[in-house]
């Protein structure tokens, strides 16, 4: 598939990047975005040579979320809308779901359904000068692609409400101070400083670090006990499984282990 919204490559280390590609509109999302999106998530999720997906955006912006000519449009009555908006929510559940490390590189605004795409991620790095805003009570309307569900979790209920009510914008170092971002970096550093994060976890099992994200997503909607029942189910996979052998091997020869060296037999 060939893309017209989006960049895509993935470079020798298994390391892909997605790179939102409508600089013009500050990289707000199009139906043909999603589709595009989607099968990046797809190809991610099935090639075995790619260990990690970072996102980012191309220009002076991550996203500004939604395209507004959809929202502010009457093309849809309220059924279609919420069918049309659920076909969206794959690309950011998609997202959430893969079980492989997603690295949202925050290069600029995030507005709206781009802090929805960051919460989607796994690990969110923003340069110094990203902004971050849940812009959509200044149109009338709400966060509706994940915000009010994904962020309370970031950074609780009442920053959550916060942000959502007031639709006042926050710095990237603001975001780190409340959880929102894990890491933040000089404008000019951060590419280098996600791909160097990005390559310190290939030194990690796959298998755990993909299992890992899978059992603490679904371990955020259950009770402890239920929560206790599916880390032991993830661990009896793992350790079954090639990265544990290898890992075990390594630890009493003495050594690190190499977890891309896989079994073939």
């Known amino acids: ?37 989607r099968d990046v998530v797809e190809k991610v999720a099935y090639d075995r040579n790619i260990r990690i997906l970072v996102i980012t955006g191309e220009g002076r912006a991550f996203s500004s979320g939604v395209d ?103 710095s990237a170092t603001e975001a780190h101070r409340i959880g929102l971002a894990n890491h933040v970096a000089p404008q000019g550093e951060l590419m280098d400083r996600v791909y160097d994060y990005a390559r310190d976890l290939l030194s990690n099992s796959s298998e755990a670090m993909g299992m890992g994200k899978h059992v603490i997503n679904l371990c955020l909607n259950t009770d402890m006990h239920t929560g206790r029942y599916l880390e032991r189910l993830g661990q009896s996979v793992l350790v079954l499984g090639d990265d544990h052998r290898n890992g075990m091997k390594a630890f009493f020869d003495g050594r690190k282990p190499d977890f891309r060296t896989r079994k073939t037999t």
């Open 1 to 37: 598939m060939s893309y017209n919204t989006i960049k895509f490559d993935v470079d020798a280390d298994g390391i892909a990047t997605m790179t939102l590609n409508r600089p013009g509109k500050l990289n707000c999302f199009s139906t043909e975005m999603f589709k595009e999106w």
């Open 68 to 170: 507004l000519e959809v929202l502010g449009s009457d093309r849809y009555n309220p059924a279609e809308f919420r069918y049309y908006y659920r076909q969206n929510h794959r690309g950011f559940d998609d997202l959430e779901a893969l079980e492989k490390p997603v690295i949202a590189a925050v290069n600029g605004l995030c507005y709206g359904g781009g802090v929805e795409l960051a919460l989607s991620c796994d690990i969110i790095f923003a340069a110094d000068t990203a902004d971050f805003c849940l812009i959509e009570n200044h149109i009338g309307c709400i966060p509706a692609t994940g915000a009010c569900n994904r962020l309370i979790y970031f950074v609780g209920l009442a920053k959550t409400k916060e942000m959502v009510i007031s639709a006042k914008p926050i």
